[in-house]
């Protein structure tokens, strides 16, 4: 790499390392999710309806195995005010849609902070359980993390994300007081 490289690589702002750099493209792997505190999730205030879509996903990622999670991302570096990417994530079982989020990621000009507003739904009929979204994420450690702060079935989760050293794979664990979920992606186009 030529000094020239060099400097331009440490130029360019985590987060555009994390999501351009890396993120765009199609990526697959696998989705787990479980219940890791009983006596907090019973005690957790998410109301029923969120409280059905969790035990649904736990029983179904327990019961028949590991979901299928995709995530589509395409880049617009020029976009205002420092680049936007968006983000189709799909999680399914045997072809059924579990879980549907469609993002978009604003980069902050400071080069670490991401604002993602979001759709998603839950659940395989397009008009029920959708929720719509904003909330806060940063990109660290020279774009190979990302930390989403999100509101999630009723409660507050964070989100942690490490791309692989060769860029090719990402790991997340997402956690909250009473639940965890867990992907595995890798590129795949």
């Known amino acids: 790499m030529s000094s020239g490289d060099s400097a331009a690589e440490e130029a360019t702002p985590d987060n555009h390392r994390y999501y351009f750099d890396t993120g765009v493209g199609y990526w697959a792997g696998t989705f787990t999710f479980e219940i890791t505190d009983w006596g907090a999730f019973r005690d957790a205030r998410i109301g029923p309806v969120n409280r059905l879509l969790v035990l649904s996903m736990a029983l179904v990622t327990t019961l028949?195995?590991?979901?299928?999670?995709?995530?589509?991302?395409?880049?617009?570096?020029?976009?205002?005010?420092?680049?936007?990417?968006?983000?189709?994530?799909?999680?399914?079982?045997?072809?059924?849609?579990?879980?549907?989020?469609?993002?978009?990621?604003?980069?902050?000009?400071?080069?670490?902070?991401?604002?993602?507003?979001?759709?998603?739904?839950?659940?395989?009929?397009?008009?029920?359980?959708?929720?719509?979204?904003?909330?806060p994420a940063e990109v660290v450690d020279g774009g190979s993390r990302a930390i989403y702060y999100m509101p999630l079935l009723g409660t507050d989760w964070v989100g942690r994300y490490r791309v692989s050293e060769c860029g090719e794979r990402i790991e997340s664990v997402l956690t909250c007081g009473w639940g965890e979920g867990r992907e595995v992606i890798e590129r795949v186009g």
């Open 64 to 135: 028949l195995g590991d979901a299928r999670i995709t995530s589509l991302l395409e880049g617009y570096p020029e976009s205002e005010p420092a680049g936007v990417v968006t983000n189709e994530v799909r999680i399914t079982k045997w072809g059924l849609t579990l879980y549907l989020l469609r993002e978009r990621y604003v980069m902050h000009p400071d080069g670490r902070g991401v604002t993602v507003d979001s759709t998603e739904r839950f659940g395989p009929v397009p008009f029920l359980f959708t929720v719509e979204k904003a909330h």
